[in-house]
């Protein structure tokens, strides 16, 4: 009996330690998932932080490099005086031929008291209009598409009397 009693001590033993083993390895995988799951929110919250305040957000503008006329690309374009003002039309002509756009015609348009300048799109080409709007600083909501299958530009811009304000001026 007294080895019985020893044997249920020593088994009694054996599965006590198991368990305690077996709560153990549970608790650590337990800490480990934990701690996984910190480390992937901190790497989520770096990447909020990075994107958000440290470098520049993404911007459907297309930049500096992409606005100029480059070698080879013909932008053939009208200036057209609304003004009022005489002259005007031969200063942004020849603002335009220097930043490489193919001035064709330069005349006075038949309204001269135009308030704002404006881009007129012959040729659903928007890529070259925003080129000319922003060689000459005006703004995209002057800028309106009118095809003309007979005209042979790509736009005509009408000079009107906020040339002032604007970069051949300046």
Excluded: C
């Excluded at 305690?20 to 995988?29: D, S």
């Excluded at 996984?36 to 305040?53: A, C, E, K, N």
């Excluded at 703004?139 to 009118?146: A, G, M, N, S, Y």
């Amino acid at each position: 009996m007294a080895r019985r009693n020893l044997l249920d001590r020593l088994v009694g033993v054996g599965e006590r330690e198991r368990e305690k083993r077996k709560r153990t390895a549970v608790h650590l995988v337990s800490w480990l998932f934990v701690g996984m799951v910190v480390l992937f929110v901190l790497l989520l919250l770096g990447q909020f932080v990075s994107r958000t305040m440290l470098s520049h957000p993404i911007s459907g503008e297309m930049d500096k490099a992409a606005m100029e006329v480059h070698k080879g690309e013909r932008i053939q374009i009208n200036v057209l005086n609304g003004s009022g003002r005489k002259g005007i039309a031969q200063k942004f002509t020849d603002f335009l031929r220097a930043r490489k756009f193919d001035v064709v015609h330069s005349d006075n348009f038949t309204d001269t008291n135009v308030e704002h300048t404006y881009i007129v799109d012959r040729m659903h080409d928007s890529a070259s209009a925003r080129k000319i709007a922003y060689a000459l600083g005006v703004e995209d909501k002057f800028v309106r598409t009118e095809v003309d299958t007979e005209e042979y530009v790509q736009a005509d811009i009408v000079i009107g009397k906020d040339y002032p304000l604007l970069k051949p001026m300046k």
